[in-house]
């Protein structure tokens, strides 16, 4: 019978290290950064703007010509970020309780060679079915599982 207590007690334990949460909380790493920008004292905005002219070289300048062709605009850059938002508040939505309902219509007819052996009335014929449900769902973040997903989409920004 000591087995059992023993069994039943590393079962109990067993489940209540699933209430634990998931990982090791974020922490946002101190990052050095100076005040403002400094360039060395003589340089022009016209030299800093064309900085690849210096090394004289044609592949170079082709490279960077294309670049300026080519390169994503401001607003592209915008719309990654409004993706990511997004992206965030969809994974975010995730605390809350979802929703649905439904609903449908169905017309159905006998045909005239039906039997009726339990002589019950049968409906006129065509007849109408109507249906509807509606439903709720709501996950409770015990293991920290949306609480995560929150943190790794703002993580992606």
Do not use: H, I
């Not at 100076?34 to 210096?54: D, M």
């Not at 969809?90 to 339990?118: I, K």
């Amino acid at each position: 019978m000591k087995w059992m207590k023993a069994l039943g007690l590393l079962a109990g334990l067993g489940l209540a290290s699933g209430c634990l949460s998931v990982g090791p909380d974020y922490r946002m790493p101190d990052v050095a950064t100076p005040e403002a920008w400094q360039t060395e004292a003589g340089e022009s905005e016209e030299t800093l703007a064309r900085w690849w002219t210096v090394f004289g070289d044609p592949v170079l300048e082709e490279l960077v010509a294309g670049v300026e062709e080519n390169n994503r605009t401001l607003a592209a850059a915008v719309a990654r970020m409004e993706g990511y938002a997004a992206s965030v508040g969809m994974v975010r939505a995730d605390y809350f309780p979802t929703l649905g309902a439904g609903g449908g219509v169905t017309r159905e007819q006998l045909t005239e060679r039906v039997r009726n052996p339990t002589e019950a009335a049968l409906p006129d014929n065509p007849y109408w079915e109507y249906q509807s449900g509606f439903t709720m769902a709501w996950e409770l973040d015990l293991w920290g599982r949306v609480r995560r997903s929150v943190e790794a989409a703002r993580g992606r920004l």
